[in-house]
């Protein structure tokens, strides 16, 4: 019963598929400020990332829980370090997380601009493609 939560594998695939269907959302979220389709896919792919890192962090969090509970942890394994290893990579994935669904859904101007200068730079001192002088 506990099988697929030990499983690396099971949860590599629950995390890739809740990601990439996390990915669709700001490409076709509505309202608001339109958004640039390139900052668009930059929001994506960072929620993208979040999602995974964060469930695949989750996941392993689970797993020692399991493991130390039914005492099937190593030896000599570090139960701190594993719980430290785990909350290093939660906790700022479902930051990532929280901060990129509230910029998608408040469309903030402060949000959407520091994204179009990520995405497409600011060398000439211009905003590019977006037509909007500094």
């Known amino acids: ?17 809740i990601a990439v269907l996390g990915l669709a959302w700001p490409l ?5 400020q339109p958004i640039p389709p390139a900052v668009r896919v930059a929001l994506g792919v ?4 979040g999602l995974y890192i964060g469930i695949m962090a989750l996941g392993h969090l689970v797993a020692v829980t399991i493991k130390i509970v039914l005492g099937t942890l190593p030896a000599g394994s570090n139960r701190g370090r ?3 290893i785990g909350f290093m990579f939660a906790i700022p994935a479902w930051l990532v997380v929280v901060m ?5 859904r408040r469309q903030s101007t402060h949000a959407i601009e520091n994204a179009r200068v990520g995405v497409q730079g600011d060398a ?10 500094n």
Not at 46 to 49: G, H, I, Q, S, Y
Not at 100 to 104: A, E, H, L, Q
């Open 100 to 104: 990129t669904v509230r910029s998608v």
């Open 28 to 32: 076709f979220a509505k309202g608001g």
């Open 124 to 133: 000439d001192g211009t905003w590019g493609a977006c037509g909007k002088a």
């Open 1 to 17: 019963m506990l099988d697929p939560l030990l499983n690396g594998a099971y949860w590599f695939d629950v995390a890739i598929t």
């Open 46 to 49: 960072v929620l993208l990332f």
């Open 82 to 84: 594993l719980f430290r």
